[in-house]
């Protein structure tokens, strides 16, 4: 029996970094998929300038539209937008980009076994034994688990959750008038349960249309999606894909690794917990976990774990728990100068959450929202459609 010196479970983009760092390091590495590339992925497909930093020597990014126009509002209501002199938000469809991040690590060396799902697997003295769902196994010397939060690393690595959100997503057709209405142009709109958002992501001849929210709150969620379709004017527009999906962001204290088995990405509960945006951290997490494979020091992927992610998923904690208080308040602070310019600052890659809230105009900002009361009960419960 072939053993591997890495087996990574799961292609998407933390799996394929992963991969793509070790290999190219030379370690002989396997990625195990259950789908085939390529494949629709349940997301907005919105890459911020720190995930186009991590792929611009791997791959040529496959771009629907790049974003330089923003429109925030309210429930529907309080209107305001902004443009920015360069591109803020670059857009995907994940069965493109997912797809060329998967040649990138074969051209780098890795190998690719999709449709094969992993159903257990268990750790020995000599290392780690993966049991496929045909009933066949792999070994490896170690494993980097990638296969998502509800995926069976998480589960053996004893991953703990802070936070659980629903995301509810359609992929809607749309005709060319209404392509070049949305061209260059991201519509967010701060919900009415506490800590939710709605999104449009221009795509070309789709647009993706989702929202997100508290889980817990299924109902209420899938009637926000639809009171925010219908003011669209997109209920009757055709659906290639209506999906959803729970983002889990991690316990700070959350482990990381078990033994020699490492996890990712989605796996890990690594992610953005205001706007929950994944990708990045997907991106950067897969890396650094290859590069401790190929160092053959994994408990150097824990400590960059917590240098250089942890601080902005704190930081991003703090903005959502102000964000789900006074959510009016924070429609406001967008529009201002120094609100947007953090907002283009995230956007670009050129500042994290933590950086941009320890600037002392911010912070003083964030002391006021601090002291300011959150809604009455009854409030945060308020009909969608009020």
């Known amino acids: 029996m072939i ?14 970094s992963a991969a793509y760092a070790a290999a190219r390091a030379g370690v002989r590495t396997l990625v195990v998929e259950r789908a085939a590339h390529p494949r629709y992925k349940t997301c907005g497909g919105g890459l911020i300038g720190t995930s186009l930093a991590a792929v611009q020597d791997r791959i040529e990014v496959p771009a629907h539209d790049r974003v330089d126009r923003v429109t925030f509002t309210r429930n529907g209501r309080r209107q305001f937008s902004r443009r920015h002199g360069g591109p803020l938000i670059t ?3 994940r069965e493109e980009f997912d797809d060329r991040l998967r040649a990138a690590a074969v051209e780098a060396g890795a190998e690719v076994r999709e449709r094969a799902p992993v159903r257990a697997l268990e750790q020995d003295a000599d290392g780690v034994r993966l049991r496929l769902a045909d009933g066949s196994t792999v070994r490896a010397r170690t494993v980097i ?3 998502g939060s509800s995926g069976v690393t998480a589960r053996h690595v004893g991953v703990r959750y802070r936070q659980v959100d629903l995301g509810l997503e359609l992929e809607i057709e ?4 209404q392509q070049e209405r949305w061209r260059r142009h991201v519509l967010l709109d701060w919900g009415p349960l506490p800590g939710s958002y709605a999104w449009v992501f221009p795509k070309g001849d789709r647009l993706t249309v989702g929202v997100i929210a508290a889980r817990g709150e299924g109902e209420r969620t899938r009637d926000y999606l639809r009171a925010f ?3 669209l004017g997109l209920a009757d527009a055709p659906a290639a894909h209506d999906s959803g999906h729970l983002t ?3 316990a700070e204290d959350s482990p990381l690794r078990h033994g020699r088995v490492l996890v990712v990405g989605d796996a890990a509960g690594l992610l953005e917990p205001w706007s929950r945006e994944g990708i990045s951290y997907a991106l950067r997490s897969g890396e650094l976990a290859g590069a401790a494979v190929a160092e053959g020091d994994l408990g150097a992927y824990e400590r960059a774990v917590a240098e250089r992610l942890v601080p902005s998923m704190r930081a991003g904690h703090r903005l959502l728990d102000l964000f789900s208080r006074r959510p009016e ?5 967008v529009a201002t100068p120094p609100g947007w310019r953090m907002f283009v600052r995230f956007c670009q890659g050129r500042a994290s959450f933590d950086q941009a809230m320890a600037r002392p105009e911010v912070r003083a900002v964030l002391a006021v929202l601090d002291r300011l009361p ?6 945060r419960r308020d009909a969608v459609s009020a």
């Open 229 to 231: 379709v219908d003011r």
């Open 91 to 93: 857009m995907v469809r």
């Open 248 to 250: 889990r962001c991690r």
């Open 174 to 177: 749309v005709p060319p008038e």
């Open 3 to 16: 053993v591997w010196d890495l087996a990574v479970v799961g292609a998407g983009p933390a799996g394929l």
């Open 329 to 333: 308040a924070f429609h406001g602070l």
């Open 145 to 147: 688990g990638a296969d």
């Open 374 to 379: 959150g809604p009455r009960r009854r409030d």
